[in-house]
């Protein structure tokens, strides 16, 4: 009797070992879909607070960009010269809706004077050299000689007003930018390009 109390005491042991191991085992899987659903959570919050997608339309920005180029811009940050910005453009340009998104390059920060002169860039007067335009199809990128002043799109302004931006398409004979709508105000700003993502043969850091 003895005997048969002590085999059935191990087989109790056992199998409330055996039940003791499952519950550890479901509880460690509970856990552990529930950190995975916070940090998708959480991806899906930064991602949506902090960053967005943008498909480039058109050729303006070649060849920095072709047509079709997919983008992951940052809401974050302080807008710096030469940055590569998505914004809204103006209400009314040539019929294009504003709730469109142009992908441009920042040229003019608040309070410069802009010129170009035999395709060469000058900001306050000094000579700027715009190491990342290439040529497309080998002919250089050109633009017409302007002052900023000059400009009826800017209202003849001669300095970047507050809070607004003077922004060109790296592809200059065949861009729509401030030269012909004026300044971008920050409030239009969508955000500033981060990496490429697609292609995946031309992934790059911004």
Do not use: C, W
Request: aromatic share 16%; proline share 3%.
């Amino acid at each position: 009797m003895a005997q048969y109390l002590a085999v059935k005491s191990r087989a109790r042991r056992k199998y409330l070992k055996k039940q003791s191991n499952k519950t550890e085992r479901l509880l460690y899987y509970i856990q552990l879909a529930f950190v995975s659903l916070i940090n998708i959570v959480l991806v899906l919050v930064i991602f949506t607070f902090f960053f967005r997608n943008s498909i480039v339309d058109g050729d303006s920005m070649r060849p920095t960009f072709s047509d079709k180029d997919q983008n992951i811009l940052r809401k974050f940050g302080k807008v710096k010269r030469f940055d590569i910005i998505v914004f809204n453009p103006p209400d009314g340009y040539a019929g294009i809706n504003s709730r469109d998104h142009f992908i441009k390059r920042v040229v003019g920060m608040p309070g410069d004077e802009i010129s170009f002169k035999n395709n060469n860039l000058y900001i306050n007067g000094k000579k700027y050299e715009e190491t990342f335009l290439n040529d497309i199809d080998g002919q250089k990128n050109l633009t017409f000689d302007f002052k900023m002043e000059d400009l009826s799109a800017t209202n003849h302004t001669k300095r970047v007003p507050p809070d607004s931006y003077f922004v060109m398409g790296d592809n200059r004979a065949h861009s729509s930018d401030s030269r012909y709508f004026g300044f971008v105000k920050k409030e239009r700003i969508n955000g500033i390009v981060f990496f490429r993502f697609s292609p995946l043969v031309k992934f790059r850091f911004f």
